[in-house]
């Protein structure tokens, strides 16, 4: 069953942020339904909306994403769509 995740990553902006980032995705065969990006003060953040099949890896999918976290400093999270929704409601 087709799900979808919502991946937040911050950090001080350097060269090679969305490359390293979406190598991860693609190679784990993930499709990008939709991104966000900016710079604000010298800090780089993305929003990614992804489509994920099988919502019980995103731990996996979250430890592969370790080695791009300590190379470049960021901070990446991975959440259901519901569960963001749910935690975001006003």
């Not at 799900?3 to 190679?27: M, P």
């Not at 489509?51 to 300590?70: A, G, H, M, R, Y």
Request: hydrophobic share 45%; aromatic share 4%.
């Amino acid at each position: 069953m087709q799900k979808r995740a919502v991946v937040s990553v911050v950090g001080k902006d350097q060269v090679g942020i969305i490359a390293k980032v979406t190598t991860v995705i693609s190679g784990n065969n993930i499709n990008i339904l939709d991104i966000s990006q900016t710079i604000l003060q010298g800090f780089f953040t993305m929003i990614m909306l992804i489509e994920i099949n099988d919502p019980s890896n995103l731990e996996t999918l979250q430890e592969k994403f370790k080695p791009v976290e300590q190379e470049l400093g960021l901070k990446i999270n991975i959440q259901l769509e519901d569960i963001f929704q749910a935690m975001h409601r006003v």
